[in-house]
């Protein structure tokens, strides 16, 4: 990223990270939560927002005009499972809406510490299920259905499909994870070692405090928690997209090749020089557009 304004946004990324605590001595959930309630980035003028609730769940239909609403995607987003808000998603929501052509369902899934795991997860099975059979024009069967997330939602994804497997129930068409989250033990290389250069997660000391607010003292390699640790076998497709400056690199490195190994068709996209989440940043530098343009292309091929 050698740019002028590649640095720009490098800087701008470490001020968010400043506010939202994540490079502080110690952890402010609450600093998060507020760094994560909204954003500066443009929502597409032509993006359609609706509200809907499922059950007590809250989420809302992203369309882009040319949307098909019987194809279906539900995002789940990232916050360490603690924060996260659905107005901060809208332009990255909406930006995939386009890209794959799809009925986007954002969802405001419960937050740790006040519902720790597997609340989560519990979520993401309703909204996935009830997904389904409706869409934003009412009860209808989907013709195509997806699941998506980034970070905390990357590993909901993966957990959530586990469980629908599991279960023997239906699974979506295809699955992207977006700097997933998947191994919340925090064993993996990248921790480390990726902590200098990725300006979005500058003190990977505060991570257990952040995660035990989640686990509530769950074992931390339990797969609905950290998919890492689990079983790939009858996995749908999955796009794997990270950045090769991220904390989170290896999460995603040791994903792939597990569920290769499990005989799963993985495609796995390690952006050189990019930070954990950097698609959030379209329109203002390629790279995040144009990854975003390949999970279109991805959902599409489905």
């Not at 510490?113 to 009860?139: C, H, K, S, Y």
């Not at 279960?167 to 699955?175: H, K, T, V, Y």
Request: include cysteine.
């Amino acid at each position: 990223m050698a740019s002028e304004a590649s640095k720009q946004i490098i800087e701008l990324v470490k001020q968010w990270s400043e506010q939202s605590s994540l490079s502080t001595e110690k952890f402010d959930l609450q600093a998060l939560r507020t760094a994560m309630s909204t954003t500066q980035i443009p929502v597409p003028e032509d993006a359609k927002v609706e509200k809907v609730d499922i059950g007590e769940i809250s989420a809302e239909w992203i369309l882009d005009p040319d949307a098909k609403i019987d194809n279906r995607l539900a995002y789940f987003h990232g916050g360490f499972y603690v924060a996260g808000s659905l107005d901060m998603y809208h332009p990255l929501s909406a930006r995939i809406s386009k890209a794959s052509g799809c009925a986007v369902l954002l969802v405001d899934y419960r937050l740790a510490p006040e519902n720790p795991f597997p609340a989560a997860v519990d979520d993401a099975l309703t909204i996935f299920r009830w997904m389904l059979q409706n869409g934003p024009n009412g009860q209808a069967p989907a013709d195509k259905a997806f699941i998506a997330g980034d970070s905390a939602g990357g590993g909901l994804t993966l957990a959530t499909i586990m469980k629908l497997r599991d279960e023997g129930e239906e699974l979506p068409d295809a699955a992207v994870t977006i700097s997933a989250l998947t191994d919340i033990a925090l064993t993996g290389e990248s921790i480390k070692s990726r902590s200098e250069v990725d300006p979005m997660i500058q003190n990977t000391d505060l991570l257990p405090d952040i995660y035990e607010l989640y686990l509530s003292g769950t074992d931390p390699q339990t797969p609905m928690a950290s998919p890492l640790y689990g079983d790939f076998s009858g996995f749908p497709p999955l796009l794997i997209q990270v950045g090769d400056y991220e904390v989170l690199l290896n999460d995603s490195t040791r994903l792939a090749e597990k569920a290769k190994s499990a005989g799963v068709a993985v495609k796995l996209e390690v952006e050189p020089e990019m930070f954990h989440d950097f698609q959030h940043f379209a329109p203002l530098f390629p790279e995040a557009q144009q990854a975003i343009d390949r999970i279109g292309e991805f959902i599409r091929s489905f």
